[in-house]
Each structure stands twice: as C-alpha cells, then as structure tokens.
C-alpha cells in the first residue's frame, strides 16, 4: 500500500506493529477431518526518524511502495525513514516469520520429553544485549541512518545481492569458501544459554511464572523485585531457548520448564541447576590451570572428585551437592532397579547411596528387599531432610561410613551407582576388592555409570566433573568385574544416561 498520507504522521513517531497469526492444522483421523487452531501475536515497536520535509519527499518521489504485508518495507531509501526497531524485525515489515516459525516447530516437531528444544540459532537473541541492562529501550534491531537499507533491508526482502565472485563460484558449481562453522559458534555460545537458565533458575522465575502467569515482563520484574529491560531480556532469551512461551498475553511456562525447573514438582531439576551454577562453573573457570599446573595445584577441576573436595566444606554446600544427586537420580532409577531382575537378592548395599533414592525404588520394585544405604557421616546425616512426605519404609536404613576403609554393611546384591567414574584406578581398584571380599559367592555386583560416547549417550560423561576417572565402554566394564572375581556380567542400557552392569561373585 502506498503510505504517502500516513509518512507525515509516523514521522519522528513511535508505532506498535501488532500481528496476529493463526496456524490451521488439518489432518484426516478415521475418515474424520480433525482441525487444530493455534494462534499468537507479535508486538514490534518502530521509532521513525525525524526526517525533514525535503527528505521525506525524496523517499515519496521515489516511487518506492511500502508495500509489505501489512507492515512497513525498510529496504533501499525506507531504511532512512527507521531509527530503530525493538523486537522481531520481520514482524515489521509484515509477518513475524521466526515466531511463525517456532510455532511451526512446536506443531509439528513437540519437544523431547526429556530435554530441551534446541531452537535454530539465527532465532536465538544475542544474549550480548545484556550488557545494556537499563529500564530505557535499548534492544532490537537498528537498521541505521542509511539510505541503502543496511542489513535490515535485505533480510526483509530476502533480496541479498551477490558480489560478483561468489556468482562465478556458484557458476563453476565450486565455493572455495569453508564451510559456515556452525557448530563451533554454538559451542563458544553454548555458556550464554547455560548461564541464562541457571539465573532464571535462582531468581525463581519459573515458580512465579507457574503461579502466576502468563505475566507480563513489567509484572515479572516487579515480583523479582529486578530490572524491568535486564528481566524483559532475561524472558526473551528463555522463551528462545524453549524455557518459556511469549504470547500477547505475556510470558509463561513451557511444558518442559513447568516439568523440571519449578522447585517443587516431582521432577524438578532445580537442584542440579543451582549445584552446577553454584560449583560446578566454578570448578570449571580453573580448568586452565588444572590442566597447567596439574590436579594438586588447582583442586577441583581435574583428578579431584566433586564429592571429596566440597564434601569437607560447608553443610549448605553439601546439602546443594545431595539435591543435584537427588534430582539427576530422580530420572534414572526406575532404569537401574529394572534393568536387570533382581528378585533372586533378598538384601542390598548401596554403596554412596547419598539421599536414599535409588534404595527407595530397589525397595518398592522388590517387595522382600533389604536395602542399607551406605555413604559418609556428613551426606547420612542429612539425607532425612530427603525423606519428607514420603512414608520411609521399614526396609530401608541408613548407615554412615567410608567405604575405602569401614566395614561394608552386609549384603547379597552391592550397588555402586555413579562411583566408579570418579575415581582413579588405584581407588577404584582398591573399591572393588573390598566388595569383592565382603560379597559371598552367588551375591551380586550392579554397577550404574554414564554410557561412554561411543554409545551415543546424549552428552559427553568426561564432560560432567572432568574428574580423575574416566567412563568405560561394555567391555571395559566387563573386564573390570572379571578381574575383582564377578562373573556372568551382563550389560544393559538404563535410560539415556545411563548403563548398568551386574556380575554374580564366583567362588574364590
Ligand atoms: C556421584 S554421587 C552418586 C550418588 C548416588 N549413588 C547416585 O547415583 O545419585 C557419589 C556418592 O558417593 C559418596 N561417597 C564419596 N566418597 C565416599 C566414601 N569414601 N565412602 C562412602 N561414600 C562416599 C558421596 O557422598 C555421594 O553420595
């Protein structure tokens, strides 16, 4: 449409663009056509430059249209008409193509129960935005002063000019460019998305969100009693990051954020969140030391285990450690009690049970098992906090210990869930030989540990502590049970993380 009439008045003006999107879905179920409607809108604001008449008619004599869906066209000459653009700039010039797209993905391809969706990175906000954090506007896109349009003018149109090499490149059918790195960008990006969730996590934000939501960021910020423009941007990045969802109405929870990161649902993974935020980042911004001076001069980052270097610090520190174990083992026990069948066993040791966890799913999944949780005095003491609400049965107790020097409690089926890995070989070793002594011929070994990359686990194990062990293959596995006297050793999956090991002791 031609906008002659209406120039004068934008000009120098702030102006809303406000689009409203509706995604029919169709699809034919039993000969039945079933329809799912899923609608939002995208609010944009435009500053317009104050333009002197003369200018403005140079634009208007140019016989330019903006004739964009609806929208304003900023290419060419229009890019001098636009001071700034806060928000998705395609929604500007007439449809707010990376919403429309997220919706599409959300449709058609929902997310993985249990991880998060990664969203293509051109939609991603640059997370560098926070370093202007004050309440005045200050994000979105600029498309500058110039009469050319800059950037914003050819991602509207889509109409990118090419130089002229390229053009001979794509002629001969070769392009001597590499390949766009992709991946590596995301990898040196990848801390951003990381740090963003663990602050949403410790601001409590998804809490408020749960109960009171949609909000919006105003609103946000005031029951954060933060920032409104750093939590407005806060809410952009987590809503790109499939944390949250941002409608007209406000910002609210994801299924995914509502699952795992409100403090008090069945399975929140708040606690892993705060232990990493808290720690571990910690014990990873001395990882070029660690790996310069060795593991005796920077503690905590290579060859000392996470548990043994915070362990003999504060309570808090260790009740922070015990929530993170106990909502990472939240997602894996049912695997681990039922990878194999453990019926034959009618008493089990869980050796550095930490909260009691899995010791309650052994005990639940096997009615006539015994089940002792074995860890040090400091984690036993504190692991009743961890029983709350739960009816703790009588089958279950708690004993405090060392296991490289106490006596094992008596068993017939020892567990040892994500131990081994911590450990170097000469602990290790020495770990399973004194299993191996207290186990009675015909008891049992089951080893629970992250499933080695080869194996396509969805994230590296080195990656989790970098610490003095190292993750092992099947074989591997089998090998190390063989030696310390287990035989029969099965291998099997448990969920994605995870792969558990069971070895019966042979007679000596
Ligand atoms: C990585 S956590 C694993 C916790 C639990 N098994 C799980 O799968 O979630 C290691 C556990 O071993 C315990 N631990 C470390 N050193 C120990 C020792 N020398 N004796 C007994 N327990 C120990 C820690 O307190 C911690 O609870």
Redesign the pocket.
Known sequence: MWMDPMLSRLNGKEHSVFTGVAIVHCCSKDGRLDTEVSEFYEETTVTFSELSEELLWEYINSGEPMDKAGGYGIQALGGMLVENVHGDFLNVVGFPLNHFCKELARLYYPPRPEGLRRVKRDSIPAVDTFENLSDTEGGGSDPGPSAEGGRGGEEADGDRSQAPGALDAALNGADSRPPFPTGLLELMDGFKASKVLFTACKLKLFDVLKDQGPLKAVDVARKLDACAGGTEQLLDVCAALGLLEKTHRGYSNTAVATLHLVSDGEHSLLGLAEYNDAHVWGVFTRLGLAVREGAGQARGALGVTE??EH?SQSREMTLQFMRA?HS??KLTTHHVATAFDLSRFTSAC?????TGI?ARELAREYPHLQVTV???PE?IELSGGFQRGRRQTERIRFVP????KDNLPEADLYVL???LQ?WPDDRLHKLLSRISSSCKPGGGLLV?EAAAEEEGASRSPRLRTLSAGQPRSPDEHRRLLQRHGFRDVRVARAGDLLRVVLGTRAAP
Request: hydrophobic share 50%; aromatic share 12%.
């Open positions: 548990e043994e362990l174990m990472l083992s869980d050796l550095g049970g930490c899995l074995f860890d040090l984690v210990g060392d296991f490289f869930s994500r131990i911590d629970a």
